[in-house]
T-cell receptor, first 112, second 118 residues
Framework: DTEVTQTPKHLVMGMTNKKSLKCEQH?????MYWYKQKAKKPPELMFV???????INESVPSRFSPECPNSSLLNLHLHALQPEDSALYLC???????????FGPGTRLTVL | AQKITQTQPGMFVQEKEAVTLDCTYD???????LFWYKQPSSGEMIFLIY??????QNATEGRYSLNFQKARKSANLVISASQLGDSAMYFC???????????????FGSGTQLTVLP
């Protein structure tokens, strides 16, 4: 299994909603990543998990809350988002010592 | 300063011709990796090719090759025999600190939108 899956593919939510994005990989990777990508822009790193522990938080607002319940799963909990948070959210995973990051198909989030 | 620079916002190429997408980078690390990803309009980031800073030979993967010029700090992607399905956004990316053994982020360039014309 050489893929990263993300659910849902699309999500529309109001500013008062609470929702979660889910990412899963079964490649034995111990590093997992969340990126945010606005249209026509490169992905921007949000969080990095190594061995299920948060190792990098790129000063992301607290309305985004990551969680890594086990080595295969990565969640991003969303609460009280703003319309400017509308974007494509990409999950990726990699080995710690190898370099290539495998990306999932992304979740297109729209905040109304 | 930008760590990854892609100076071509958009490129056009005729089907079956070769095209070169430019990428220059800036790092003081001795051990780093350079990547190219393709992103179709569907959104998924597809890994194409990787070049390590200590690799002496240019990387090749099928129709993709990476023209690595370390002294000039450039890592251009060459796509041979372009196909209509190659139309997409292409990102150059760098991972610094390869020898650290820890998870490190990828730093992306601004991307080049490639359109293959029939």
């Amino acid at each position: 299994d050489t893929e990263v899956t993300q659910t849902p593919k699309h999500l529309v939510m109001g500013m008062t909603n609470k929702k979660s994005l889910k990412c899963e990989q079964h490649m034995g990777h111990r590093a997992m990543y969340w990126y945010k990508q606005k249209a026509k822009k490169p992905p921007e790193l949000m969080f990095v998990y190594s061995y299920e522990k948060l190792s990098i938080n790129e000063s992301v607002p607290s309305r985004f809350s990551p969680e890594c319940p086990n080595s295969s799963l990565l969640n991003l909990h969303l609460h009280a988002l703003q319309p400017e948070d509308s974007a494509l959210y990409l999950c990726a995973s990699s080995h710690l010592t190898k370099n290539e990051q495998f990306f999932g198909p992304g979740t297109r989030l729209t905040v109304l | 300063a930008q760590k990854i620079t892609q100076t071509q916002p958009g490129m056009f190429v005729q089907e079956k011709e070769a095209v070169t997408l430019d990428c220059t980078y800036d790092t003081s690390d001795q051990s780093y990796g350079l990547f190219w990803y393709k992103q179709p309009s569907s959104g998924e980031m597809i890994f194409l090719i990787y070049q390590g800073s200590y690799d002496e030979q240019n990387a090749t993967e099928g129709r993709y090759s990476l023209n690595f010029q370390k002294a000039r700090k450039s890592a251009n992607l060459v796509i041979s025999a372009s196909q209509l399905g190659d139309s997409a956004m292409y990102f150059c990316a760098m991972r610094e600190g390869l020898s650290s053994g820890s998870a490190r982020q990828l730093t992306f360039g601004s991307g080049t939108q490639l359109t293959v014309l029939p």
